[in-house]
C-alpha cells in the first residue's frame, strides 16, 4: 500500500493542466461557500463561532479519511468546511463590516495580490520547496504557541508582529502548496490540494484584515 503514489506514472501536460483547473476550481466553489456562510452567519456570536470552528476541522479531518477512499465524499467535505467555516468566522466579518466595511475590500484585494505571487512563484520555481514547507510548519506551531500567549500577556504590537509572522510563515506554505499542485501525479488529489489552498487564502486573509482593521 506504501508504494501505491511511486507507481502513479507521472501526469501528462494535459492532464496536469486538467489537474490546476480542477483543484482552482474546487478553491473558487469553497470561497464562495465560505462567502455564503459568512453572509448566513452574520447574527451568530462569537460562541457558536467558536463552536463552529471545532466543527469545521473535524470536516477537516474527514476530508483527509475520505480523499484516500471517495473523491465525490472528499469533495463534499471540502465545501461542508468552506461553509461552515464561514459561518465560524462571520461574527469577526460582521464587527468588520458594521464599523470599517473598507478594510475588507483592502484586505481582500491584498490577499489576492499575496496568493497570486507566491503561488506563481511556488508553481514556476524549480527549487525543491520542501525544506521551506518543514520550517514553516514548526513556525506556524510557534506561532500558535505565540497566540495563545497573547491571550494571557499583553506584549506591545502583539496582534501585529503575530499578523506579520503568519503573513511570512504562510508565503512559505503557499509557494509550497502551489509546487505540490504541479509536482503531484495523482489527479486525484485535487480535494486535498484545494484544501490546502483554500487555508491558504484564508489564514491570509484573516492576517492581513487584523493589520488593516488595526492600524488606527
Known amino acids: 500500500m506504501e508504494s501505491t503514489s511511486v507507481l502513479q506514472p507521472p501526469l501528462t501536460r494535459?492532464?496536469?493542466?486538467?489537474?490546476?483547473?480542477?483543484?482552482?476550481?474546487?478553491?473558487?466553489?469553497?470561497?464562495?461557500?465560505?462567502?455564503?456562510?459568512?453572509?448566513?452567519?452574520?447574527?451568530?456570536?462569537?460562541?457558536?463561532?467558536?463552536?463552529?470552528?471545532?466543527?469545521?476541522f473535524a470536516c477537516?479531518?474527514?476530508?483527509?479519511?475520505?480523499?484516500?477512499r471517495s473523491e465525490q465524499l472528499a469533495i463534499g467535505l471540502l465545501f461542508g468546511f468552506g461553509f461552515v467555516i464561514g459561518l465560524a468566522t462571520a461574527p469577526t466579518l460582521a464587527y468588520?463590516?458594521?464599523?470599517?466595511?473598507?478594510?475588507?475590500?483592502?484586505?481582500?484585494?491584498?490577499?489576492a495580490l499575496f496568493i497570486g505571487g507566491f503561488g506563481a512563484y511556488g508553481y514556476a520555481t524549480r527549487r525543491d520547496l520542501s525544506a521551506i514547507a518543514r520550517v514553516c510548519f514548526w513556525a506556524l506551531i510557534a506561532l500558535i504557541v505565540f497566540g495563545i500567549v497573547l491571550i494571557f500577556?499583553?506584549?506591545?504590537?502583539?496582534?501585529?508582529?503575530?499578523?506579520?509572522l503568519g503573513l511570512a510563515i504562510f508565503a512559505g506554505l503557499t509557494a509550497f502548496d502551489f509546487q505540490r499542485l504541479r509536482r503531484t501525479q495523482?489527479?486525484?488529489?485535487?480535494?486535498?490540494?484545494a484544501a490546502s489552498i483554500f487555508l491558504d487564502v484564508l489564514n491570509v486573509f484573516l492576517?492581513?484584515?487584523?493589520?488593516?482593521?488595526n492600524r488606527d
Open 14 to 56: 494535459d492532464e496536469s493542466g486538467t489537474l490546476l483547473g480542477q483543484t482552482m476550481g474546487l478553491v473558487a466553489v469553497t470561497a464562495g461557500l465560505f462567502a455564503v456562510g459568512a453572509y448566513v452567519g452574520r447574527d451568530l456570536s462569537y460562541g457558536w463561532g467558536l463552536v463552529l470552528y471545532l466543527a469545521s
Open 60 to 68: 477537516l479531518f474527514g476530508l483527509n479519511v475520505a480523499a484516500q
Open 96 to 111: 468588520y463590516a458594521s464599523t470599517n466595511p473598507q478594510v475588507l475590500w483592502q484586505a481582500g484585494g491584498a490577499t
Open 153 to 164: 500577556v499583553r506584549i506591545p504590537n502583539g496582534q501585529l508582529i503575530y499578523a506579520i
Open 186 to 193: 495523482d489527479i486525484r488529489a485535487a480535494p486535498l490540494l
Open 207 to 213: 492576517l492581513l484584515l487584523s493589520i488593516f482593521g
